[in-house]
């Protein structure tokens, strides 16, 4: 079995910096890598950012680009997303998730694993 577990939400004013991690457990040897959606109160999940763990290829979505980097830890277990120049839109509970394919990776049913989830509230 594989568990994801995420920390790092909480509340931070706009412009403010957040940094989220997700630990992961298990087989994580036959997955593709490592993503982070978000559900925003009245929205669809919305993918936010991805990491391959053959070469550290990443995407993010171009409504965080240059405010938003996913990284991951030298044992690749752990992947972080720092979260700078925060806006009270970024508001949202945060998922990691991880999965086999690879293939699209800003499709929420292309994975096969989820975090529970870690609130992030940012105030204007």
């Known amino acids: 079995q594989l568990q994801l577990v995420e920390s790092g939400g909480g509340l931070v004013q706009a412009g403010g910096p957040l940094r989220l991690s997700c630990a992961a457990s298990?087989?994580?040897?036959?997955?593709?890598?490592m993503a982070w959606f978000r559900r925003a109160p009245g929205k669809e999940r919305e993918f936010v950012a991805a990491?391959?763990?053959?070469?550290?290829?990443?995407w993010h979505v171009d409504s965080v680009k240059g405010r938003f980097t996913i990284s991951r830890s030298n044992a690749k277990n752990t992947v972080f997303l720092q979260m700078n120049s925060l806006k009270p839109e970024d508001t949202a509970v945060y998922y990691c998730?991880?999965?086999?394919?690879?293939?699209?990776?800003?499709?929420?049913?292309?994975?096969?694993?989820w975090g529970q989830g870690t609130q992030v509230t940012v105030s204007s």
């Open positions: 998730a991880t999965g086999r394919s690879g293939l699209r990776v800003v499709v929420a049913d292309e994975y096969n694993y």
């Open positions: 990491l391959r763990w053959s070469d550290g290829y990443t």
């Open positions: 298990g087989r994580t040897f036959d997955t593709y890598g």
